[in-house]
């Protein structure tokens, strides 16, 4: 096994015990993004001997904890000091912030090796797509907006990214390239220096290899609820599948990575059970739709009066002159339903129910790159707030991965991981899953 093929967490152990070098795990690293950049192009941005320069820093020093020597990429609307942050937008091209954001100055402080900028959808929005293509087939899409973050670390480029996520831009493309991802409670992680398209739903969330890889990060972090979260046996589990309201929008192999994980949980022990949310949840993803494009309106007025307003799409022009005619009545109902599913959601955890089992995408990831897919399954529970975790479950016969996700109730992030990390060894399987009416 070459080190770039290593998890994070079997990395970790390595390095630690003066068995893998960063430089070696930096080189291995490099020679693999070039081999496979021409297909993936992934990234925006990567400097090969700043990488190793830094590489060869992180052996000189102490270690500063479980990511020292990790490779880490960064969505490319995240600030850092060292590295243009472009947003894929021809009126940001070159555009160097001075300082990291405060999540890449984390993962630094914490000894992380930052290796570049990954390609993302125009302001983690909807103007230009990225140039990335899905590693595992190169005639679809990876998803977005996190699209290189999301096929970087499907394509073993680096061990983990962040990704960020306004309806489903962590989860989805998780998903499509057959990674772990998670989605935290909103703002459980600072996003200054993350560039916003939407305040009250942009979440800062991060790819890995594995459950344990999720770990390492969150635990930098420092999330809330780390001190309580305890692990979990499967037998027992109590798992809510929920089809969620979108059902009839999945392809037969979404059903099927559902259905199929839902399965393989309960021969391993777990109960699981049919959840239909109540009624109200119903109208949670036309919500997330309409607070999204309200919120990004003022998001997006500073460029819209600025002097490249020309180089806009017609979408973000859009948006500023509110041209869906959102009201004032239309955009409070529409939080007010978000604050009343908040509490209704988080009431129906406990001793009946541990985790939900919901999809993370319609099905396939689209072919071709002009659609990243539709966020229908994600949505919702970003609108709620709520904690999701990817897991992959197998493989659709075109070789595209297909997954699912684990929500929990708001700042439960920590214990879900826990209960992801139970479950993942019984969803995944590395097969070709057979197509669910």
């Known amino acids: 096994m070459q080190p770039y093929e290593l998890s994070a967490a079997e990395a970790a152990t390595l390095i630690a015990a003066k068995e893998l070098s960063c430089e070696e795990l930096a080189r291995s690293t490099l020679a693999h993004i070039e081999a496979r950049e021409p297909t993936v192009r992934a990234w925006s941005y990567i400097d090969p001997g700043q990488v190793l320069r830094n590489a060869r820093e992180l052996d000189k020093a102490p270690p500063a904890g479980p990511l020292h020597g990790l490779t880490f990429g960064v969505k490319d609307i995240i600030d850092t000091a060292d590295m243009p942050t472009q947003y894929n937008s021809p009126l940001y091209v070159g555009h160097r912030p001075g300082k990291d954001a405060a999540c890449v100055a984390v993962m630094r402080h914490s000894g992380a090796l930052i290796v570049g900028k990954t390609d993302t959808v125009e302001f983690a929005s909807s103007g230009r797509k990225a140039a990335t293509h899905n590693p595992h087939n ?206 209704s959601f988080d009431a129906m955890f406990g001793a009946q129910l541990d985790a939900v089992l919901t999809p993370s995408s319609p099905g396939e990831a689209p072919e071709g790159l002009a659609c990243t897919g539709d966020p229908v399954f994600n949505g919702l529970w970003t609108l709620l707030y709520a904690p999701c975790v990817a897991i992959p479950v197998g493989a659709s016969p075109r070789a595209l991965p297909l997954g699912v996700q684990l929500v929990g109730p708001r700042f439960s992030d920590m214990q879900l991981l826990e209960i992801a990390q139970a479950c993942a060894p019984a969803i995944y399987e590395n097969s070709i899953l057979a197509a669910q009416a």
Not at 259 to 277: P, Q
Not at 295 to 314: C, D, T
Request: one cysteine or more.
């Open 138 to 343: 190169p005639a679809h899409s990876p998803g977005g907006s996190s699209s290189g973050s999301g096929a970087a670390v499907g394509d073993k480029q680096v061990q983990l990214a962040f990704g960020t996520q306004t309806a489903g831009s962590v989860i989805r493309p998780a998903a499509y390239n057959g990674t772990y991802a998670i989605k935290p409670t909103h703002g459980a992680v600072s996003c200054e220096g993350v560039r916003s398209a939407s305040h009250t739903l942009d979440t800062l969330g991060w790819f890995g290899r594995s459950v344990e890889d999720l770990q390492l990060v969150a635990r930098a972090f420092r999330l809330l609820g780390a001190e309580a979260a305890k692990p979990v046996e499967l037998r027992g589990l109590k798992i809510g599948l929920c089809r969620s309201p979108a059902w009839e929008v999945a392809d037969p192999y979404g059903r099927a990575a559902l259905l199929e994980a839902g399965r393989r949980l309960e021969a391993a022990g777990a109960t699981v059970f049919e959840l239909d949310l109540p009624a109200p949840f119903n109208g949670l993803i036309k919500a997330q739709q309409l607070i999204a494009r309200a919120e990004n309106g003022p998001a997006f007025l500073s460029e819209y009066v600025g002097p490249k307003r020309h180089l806009l799409m017609r979408n973000y022009l859009d948006v500023v002159e509110n041209v869906s005619g959102i009201t004032p009545a239309q955009l409070i109902a529409a939080y007010d339903l978000a604050a009343e599913c908040r509490r």
